[in-house]
């Protein structure tokens, strides 16, 4: 049973482009979740989604930051204009049950972002 | 919202001795509480996790304790190992989970 997978795991981009970092959880999981990892930070929840819906985004800056669960696909979690500040570690984490205080979550292993 | 402390936020120790992190919340609705280990490049790794029914928790090394009148809960890692050395990380609630800022563990040989 493959776990969260993430791809990909490094990407470079320049200040002013897009980065799309996706997301597939583990087999039987509905429920997504993105974290946002500074450098020598801990981790910040961004977004919750289900397929096909955002059910809390309270996390997300703004602007510039999307995210998309389809329904046949990964989830996407978009960066327009990507800054230097966006420089991090993106983690992505699925749960088989809907979004209760008390689920376990697990986590891919990462998509690290350098903004040059 | 959730407010996560965790203390120390560096920790070293020489190899056989205990390892004690401890987090407080502010939020007393929690009832999860979750540890990862985190290695240099690599993803969190949950370790252990309890919850509010539950006041201490126990894997081999690995001891979680909640006080929830405290809201406080603790990591003890005994008999510590060089490969424990990590960046550990408490959370508050699973989904959308808080964490708290990390402990750099060192276990020195």
């Known amino acids: ?116 | 919202g959730e407010n996560v402390e965790q203390h120390p936020s560096t920790l070293s120790v020489q190899e056989g001795d205990s390892a004690v992190i401890k987090c407080t919340y502010s939020d007393s609705a929690s009832n999860y509480f979750p540890w990862y280990k985190q290695e240099l490049g690599k993803r969190p790794q949950l370790i252990i996790d309890i919850r509010s029914n539950v006041g201490e928790k126990k894997d081999q090394r690995i001891a979680v304790t909640l006080n929830k009148t405290a809201k406080h809960f603790s990591l003890h890692i005994t008999e510590t190992q060089p490969e424990d050395s990590a960046v550990y990380f408490c959370a508050i609630g699973g989904g959308k989970s808080t964490f708290g800022d990390g402990t750099t563990l060192t276990v020195k040989p």
């Open chain 1, 1 to 116: 049973n493959a776990g969260v997978m993430q791809n990909p795991r490094h990407l470079v981009r320049r200040r002013g482009q897009e980065a799309r970092l996706r997301c597939s959880p583990m087999k039987g999981h509905s429920h997504v979740y993105w974290y946002r990892q500074l450098p020598e930070e801990g981790l910040k929840f961004m977004v919750y989604l289900q397929k096909e819906n955002i059910i809390d985004e309270s996390g997300m800056p703004k602007e510039r930051f999307s995210a998309e669960f389809p329904k046949e696909g990964p989830s996407i979690l978009r960066i327009q204009q990507v800054v230097r500040g966006d420089s991090a570690a993106y983690f992505c984490a699925s749960s088989p049950h809907r979004d209760s205080t008390e689920n376990t979550i697990y986590f891919g292993e990462g998509s690290w972002l350098t903004v040059v």
